[in-house]
């Protein structure tokens, strides 16, 4: 039986008993870098995103925008990141990732692979693929149709 006695259970508390257990074993890998999983997950969006806000990066790591701005403000503390005025609105703060930033995603993404490498361990390529076309396909279908 799964962690909540569900047997098969629902897919919905699957994914989320799967999310939990990977979430902390991710966490122990960043706590070596001195990041959180939202932390990490920041530093992984502004990278790729540079100039978001506050309120963008709370959308895409869920969280509230005063949870997001107090990670931000530590995230800027350590010199990982930096907030600027936002070109388009003088209320808003653009974000982007420092070099020490960018050095530190650098090593602790390593760190995340060689781990989430461990937990796949017992999947061939053929389902390792599967399942992440599986979860892409999934979280596409999550998303509410804007048409």
Not at 36 to 42: H, I, K
Not at 44 to 53: A, K, N, R
Not at 85 to 114: C, K, M, N, S, Y
Request: hydrophobic share 40%; net charge negative; with cysteine.
């Amino acid at each position: 039986m799964g962690e909540f006695g569900y047997g098969d259970g629902t897919l919905a508390f699957m994914v989320r008993s799967a999310w939990l257990g990977m979430r902390a074993a991710i966490g122990a890998e960043l706590e070596e870098f001195g990041l959180s999983t939202p932390q990490y997950a920041t530093l992984l969006i502004v990278q790729d995103h540079p100039g978001l806000s506050n309120a963008d990066i709370g959308r895409k790591v869920s969280s509230s925008r005063q949870s997001a701005n107090e990670m931000l403000a530590g995230l800027e503390r350590n010199g990982l990141i930096v907030r600027r005025p936002h070109p388009a609105d003088r209320r808003t703060q653009a974000i982007e990732i420092t070099e020490d930033g960018r050095a530190l995603l650098r090593r602790a993404r390593l760190a995340v692979a060689r781990r989430e490498t461990d937990l796949e361990a017992g999947l061939d390529e053929e389902q390792r693929a599967a399942f992440r076309s599986w979860l892409r396909g999934i979280s596409d279908a999550c998303v509410p149709d804007e048409g």
